[in-house]
């Protein structure tokens, strides 16, 4: 991943803060259809992560787009108007890599696109934490597989700014990981819901 970032080029749509937050309202709006725990913990997860949003501003680089986004309820803060951009994997997880003699290869590149690489880590992080969840039963179960994979990662020349942007993309992605379990509504899906809210929450609080 680390060596995709920094070699791979920027290509096809950029995704900034503002699509994050924008995509991440839309999903907030869907679960609280839902009412109950999940509208509560949506709401909280979605007013985090606009409110995170502006720590990033600090980190140098690329385009400002001068305005603030207004979507119903919910009104979007100022742009960041900067970070730092690299190719991007776009849904990068475990389910999408194939080990075999030596080499690594990863597949499944529709969504290729140009965004800051926390995105990315970010990804690949949740989708160990919802395999933990469904297949063992707690959200924390394979934390030494994340920990080692952000660890080589930093280590492997990847940008150092990530761990610095990680707990905003990790808290959109588990936005987007609650709303897919709210659409595909497989067995438990309220209570695996309910966990990557939590877990939204969880990181921002940190």
Request: proline share 5%; charged share 20%.
């Amino acid at each position: 991943m680390a060596r995709f970032h920094a070699l791979a080029p920027p290509s096809g749509k950029l995704i900034d803060v503002e699509k994050i937050l924008g995509g991440s309202e839309r999903k907030c709006r869907l679960l609280c259809e839902e009412g109950g725990p999940l509208a509560a913990k949506s709401k909280q997860l979605f007013e985090r992560l606009r409110a995170a949003a502006p720590s990033l501003s600090t980190i140098p680089l690329c385009a400002s787009h001068g305005h603030s986004i207004s979507t119903g309820d919910f009104l979007l803060g100022p742009p960041l108007g900067t970070m730092p951009l690299s190719a991007d994997y776009g849904r990068f997880g475990s389910y999408q890599v194939v080990f075999g003699e030596g080499r690594t290869v990863v597949f499944d590149w529709d969504v290729y696109n140009t965004a800051d690489p926390a995105r990315d880590v970010a990804g690949f992080i949740l989708s160990l934490e919802r395999q933990a969840l469904r297949r063992f039963g707690s959200i924390r179960a394979l934390n030494g597989a994340a920990t080692l994979f952000l660890e080589t990662y930093l280590n492997s020349g990847g940008n150092p700014q990530v761990a610095a942007h990680l707990p905003f993309y990790k808290a959109a992605h588990c936005m987007r990981g609650a709303n897919w379990e709210d659409r595909t509504k497989s067995a438990g899906w309220s209570g695996r819901a309910e966990a990557m809210l939590e877990e939204g929450l969880r990181t921002l609080g940190q």
